[in-house]
């Protein structure tokens, strides 16, 4: 008999579901009874029995979604009697385990961990939001220490776990939909060289430092050129290098899946600069195509960019070591070439079935279940 799983979260859906989610959650079915609580992506349209969806709010969504949280768990864990709840995110965890106790019920909390607990409040978002730091962090102790099982992501992941006491009962990645990365081999490394930036713009991407880095670096690689692709808080960062650097600098708010592996393919390698990362699916997807990285030592970056060989790893928040790095990069022969053949080889051992991922779920379900 199949257990029944809540996946819970704030998991913003829109339904239908694309081709790659309908594959996963097809996939999942087949080992668990799934049930999802999340949030509406505004725009949606459609309607799934397996989702509960909670629509965005035209001020304060955030806090306000999270001010709900345990109710609207409350609400699930009565009407759907799950044996387990797949909670996304510490405070997330903490905040169902309330919903738990109000609901009366005997369902196993298990902790799906994805980063640094702490990036959330500290390093995303505004001035307000860090000021919930503190409680922030109260309510991720509490979560690792009384969820019933903690899967996580990576071994740095793994390590936020253990340094409050606690073992993972499960570590593997999350599923990733890689095909629109696998779909062509590899493209040649463009010439004149470029250096490509995916991710939103908020502090914990260390934009700042890419930023003064590129200034460091620009005149010694006078022949590259440099694309940004996100959107966030920090949008003058990226405006003001278009300024100081037109012929030179590109930014792209927002780009499809499709586009950015185009980007990838124009790009001789991908930074990533980050203060904090739980395992980067970006990375991921660079090696796909045959990239390189040049990452900061942070987060989960070192536990998939194997420096020196898959790309170059550099002190985090270091303007000087990071421009170094940049342009080693584009000017020394062959290493990017070098470089990115060996990240597509390591690419395979990240890409997971929406079969494999399924299964994994369902043995740690039954692992905390003590199944």
């Known amino acids: 008999m199949k257990s029944t799983v809540l996946m819970a979260g704030r998991t913003r859906y829109s339904l239908p579901l694309s081709a790659s ?26 309607a799934d029995p397996r989702f509960t969806l909670v629509r965005p709010l035209p001020f304060l969504d955030g806090p306000l979604y999270y001010a709900r949280f345990p109710f609207l768990v409350t609400r699930e864990l009565k009407r759907r009697r799950p044996d387990a709840v797949l909670v996304q995110g510490a405070q ?5 385990l ?15 961990l ?20 503190p409680f922030a962090d109260a309510l991720a102790r509490r979560a ?6 903690i899967r996580t992501l990576s071994p740095f992941t793994s390590g936020v776990v253990r340094r409050l006491g606690r073992e993972p009962a499960a570590e593997f990645p999350a599923f990733m939909d890689l095909e629109p990365f696998l779909e062509q081999p590899p493209a040649p490394l463009p010439e004149p ?21 590129w200034r460091l670096a620009a005149p010694r690689i006078p022949a590259t050129t440099l694309h940004l692709i996100g959107r966030g808080t920090l949008t003058s960062i990226p405006t ?3 300024a100081e650097f037109p012929e030179r600098v590109v930014w792209t708010p927002e780009l499809p899946t499709a586009g950015v592996a185009r980007a990838m393919d124009n790009a001789t390698a991908l930074l990533l600069p980050s203060r904090s990362e739980g395992l980067p699916r970006i990375v991921v997807e660079a090696f796909c195509r045959g990239r390189a990285v040049v990452g900061a030592r942070a987060g989960g970056i070192p536990d998939i960019v194997r420096h020196g060989e898959s790309g170059l790893i550099v002190p985090g928040e270091n303007t000087e070591a990071l421009a ?48």
């Open 240 to 242: 003001g290098l278009v």
């Open 144 to 149: 690792i220490r009384k969820a019933d099982g």
């Open 324 to 371: 170094d790095a940049m342009v080693r990069i584009v000017l020394e022969p062959g290493l990017a070439q070098r470089l990115g053949e060996c990240a597509r080889a390591d690419a395979d051992q990240w890409i997971a079935t929406p079969a494999e991922n399924a299964r994994r779920t369902r043995e740690l379900v039954e692992t905390v279940l003590g199944r």
């Open 98 to 112: 309330v919903g738990r106790r109000l609901a009366g019920s005997h369902a196993r909390i298990i902790l799906d």
């Open 193 to 213: 060289p470029a250096l490509l930036f995916v991710g939103v713009l908020e502090r914990y991407k260390a934009v700042e430092t890419l930023a003064a880095a």
């Open 114 to 133: 994805h980063g640094d607990p702490g990036a959330p409040t500290r390093l995303y978002g505004s001035p307000l939001r860090r000021a919930f730091g």
């Open 21 to 46: 989610l309908e594959a996963k959650f097809t996939a999942l079915a087949e080992e668990l009874d799934v049930h999802v609580l999340a949030a509406e992506r505004r725009g949606t349209r459609g």
């Open 92 to 96: 997330e965890t903490a905040l169902a």
